[in-house]
């Protein structure tokens, strides 16, 4: 089971841009596919994004396309959502998980390992 830690949460203004980082143990990191969810009060956790193995495919939410990029640097165990022009909207606690296979997926019941979360709020 890979440990996961999300930092690069905060406050911004709408408009502005974020980039959450997700550090991951151990030695296989390129052979799990990552995600990003977020939930926001009172509401179910949704997929943002997710990126395979390689790092050469990514998925993304409707909602975020054109917005967010996320990208991996599997040197680092590391995976990113660089986020832009942040709406009100994306307030919501951002969580990182892993697959324990290589290929993406937006459904969240398929991946094996989650972050504690980091907080994003964009005010208007």
């Known amino acids: 089971q890979v440990q996961l830690e999300e930092s690069g949460g905060g406050l911004v203004q709408a408009g502005g841009s974020l980039t959450l980082s997700c550090a991951a143990s151990?030695?296989?990191?390129?052979?799990?596919?990552m995600g990003w969810f977020r939930q926001a009060p009172g509401s179910e956790r949704e997929f943002v994004a997710s990126i395979t193995g390689t790092g050469g495919t990514t998925l993304y939410a409707d909602s975020v396309k054109g917005r967010f990029t996320i990208s991996r640097d599997n040197a680092k165990n590391t995976v990113y959502l660089r986020m832009n022009s942040l709406k009100p909207e994306d307030t919501a606690v951002y969580y990182c998980?892993?697959?324990?296979?290589?290929?993406?997926?937006?459904?969240?019941?398929?991946?094996?390992?989650w972050g504690q979360g980091t907080q994003v709020t964009v005010s208007s």
């Open positions: 151990g030695r296989t990191f390129s052979s799990y596919a």
């Open positions: 998980a892993a697959r324990n296979v290589p290929y993406y997926s937006s459904r969240s019941t398929l991946y094996n390992s």
